[in-house]
């Protein structure tokens, strides 16, 4: 403690818990409590030159339009710390849907809890505030696709590759604000020199965003994303990858009956029979649960202003706007994705590239499963159809005797001919 009270000359607060359902006792600890607990020490710091707190672009997601200011909270955070104090668990559960009000979850609202923590016990600190939209996957640095953990879209591109996930509750059109795990730290290594050097009278915020520079949607992300798992498949995929965004309550509920629940209640049947331990539909509980904490982010669009970053941008040398890039305008979104779903098949799923073949090898033989098992649903269907209507066998009839006219007419001509 005396050694990083008396050493510690720039301070980045990135730690929090970045859990969407943590109790909000919990995320109030984390992403409150312990805001206010590092300011204080950092008021201690005799060589401090700045500290650059991490928040996150969706802290006033009940918002449409985002500037940079920190916006007040119904309820001042000193009151939620003192309440978490002596409330009980039980009420503290209760009472969490009224105070987080239009927050999508605890996370989001304890964030915007802890910007107001910063405003309000800045003290004297050189303070700047950092919101990151959706990290994902590096850009450039150290190499593109770098990823290690499945939070935000990593986890669902597994589940799209594997072939678990056939359709989510979204908007293609809604913009994808994605932004490279590279760029983040490249803007905040920047706002820590301009924070420190230049001392600007009031905090900072700036927008680490893409969709203000370089727009992307949630649909042509998908598209990438199945295209790349076409090419470079997952290995041991459950089935082919195919997926799609769907805005409709009626059609997702169809979409889980069909293509999440009863495949996963089919397979579990069959390991069931083989002896072996069901999971299938246990998985698919836990991936349609993560489903729905995430659906908020990809059914709507914001807008951030940015007019910060663009200002740090340009008080840049050449040569840091180089080495400490985070224009994003310069991103192509095709090949940033392609690397991306590649970097979760090397860094997270630890497949090699060797398996490529082996797991193209495997979709064929998914291919030829779903065909063969559609065509017996279609003959048991259509038997079942038969057997109980008199008009399905007229038009069965009707179907074959069609066939057996052409297939005479052709062999006619073609004796004529010969
Ligand atoms: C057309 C196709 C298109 C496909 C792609 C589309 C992509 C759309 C992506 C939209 C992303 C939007 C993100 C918005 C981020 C906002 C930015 C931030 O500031 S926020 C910063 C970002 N913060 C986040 O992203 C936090 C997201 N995560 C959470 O909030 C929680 O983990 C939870 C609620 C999902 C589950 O909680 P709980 O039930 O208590 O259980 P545990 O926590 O213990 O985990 C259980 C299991 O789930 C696993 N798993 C975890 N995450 C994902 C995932 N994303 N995915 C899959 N799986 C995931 C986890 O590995 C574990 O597996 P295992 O070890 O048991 O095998
Ligand atoms: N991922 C995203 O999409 C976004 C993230 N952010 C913000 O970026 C920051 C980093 O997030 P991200 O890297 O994604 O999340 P991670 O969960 O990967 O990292 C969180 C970090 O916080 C540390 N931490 C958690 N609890 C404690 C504790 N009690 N004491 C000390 N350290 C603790 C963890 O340490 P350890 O590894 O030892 O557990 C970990 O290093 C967060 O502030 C988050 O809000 C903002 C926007 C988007």
């Not at 401090?48 to 672009?57: G, N």
């Amino acid at each position: 403690m005396q050694e990083l009270l008396s050493c510690t000359n720039v301070v980045f607060h990135c730690a929090a818990t970045v859990r969407f359902n943590d109790s909000l006792r919990h995320a109030v600890q984390l992403n409150v409590t312990a805001t206010q607990k590092l300011l204080l020490m950092a008021s201690q710091m005799p060589k401090l030159e700045a500290f650059i707190h991490i928040s996150t672009a969706f802290s006033n997601c009940n918002l449409q339009h985002i500037d940079e200011v920190i916006y007040p909270c119904p309820v001042e955070p000193k009151k939620i710390i003192d309440s978490m104090e002596w409330l009980d668990d039980a009420i503290v559960e209760e009472i969490t849907p009224k105070l987080i009000r239009d927050w999508p979850n605890t996370y989001t609202y304890t964030k915007a809890l802890g910007e107001m923590v910063v405003h309000q016990e800045s003290g004297n600190l050189n303070i700047a505030i950092v919101r990151p939209s959706i990290v994902g996957a590096t850009w450039q640095e150290p190499f593109p696709g770098w990823v290690d953990n499945v939070n935000g879209p990593s986890g669902l591109i597994i589940a799209t590759g594997k072939g678990f996930l056939r359709a989510l509750r979204g908007a293609p059109m809604a913009v994808a604000d994605l932004i490279p795990v590279d760029t983040v730290v490249n803007l905040t290594l920047a706002v820590g020199w301009y924070t420190a050097v230049h001392r600007p009278k009031s905090t900072l915020i700036y927008h680490c965003t893409s969709s203000n520079f370089n727009p992307c949607h949630w649909g042509k992300m998908g598209f990438q994303i199945l295209a790349t798992c076409e090419k470079i498949p997952f290995e041991r995929a459950f089935r082919r990858p195919y997926a799609d965004f769907t805005t409709n309550t009626i059609t997702t509920q169809y979409q889980n009956a069909v293509s999440h629940w009863a495949p996963a209640i089919i397979y579990d049947l069959y390991l069931r029979l083989t002896g072996r331990k069901p999971r299938m539909t246990k998985l698919m509980n836990r991936l349609l649960r993560t489903v729905s904490v995430l659906e908020y982010f990809v059914n709507r669009s914001w807008e951030w202003s940015t007019n910060n970053t663009e200002m740090l941008m340009s008080e840049l040398s050449p040569e840091d706007q180089r080495v400490f890039n985070f224009d994003v305008r310069q991103l192509n979104w095709l090949e940033y994705i392609e690397n991306y779903v590649l970097g979760v098949k090397k860094y997270l799923l630890k497949e090699d590239m060797a398996g490529v073949p082996e797991a193209k090898q495997h979709l064929r033989r998914l291919r030829n499963i779903h065909y063969l098992f559609n065509t017996a649903l279609f003959l048991i269907a259509w038997r079942l159809l038969i057997a109980r209507s008199q008009m399905a066998r007229n038009v069965w009839l009707f179907i074959v005797s069609l066939c057996y006219k052409c297939i005479s007419y052709f062999r006619a001509s073609s004796s004529l001919k010969a």
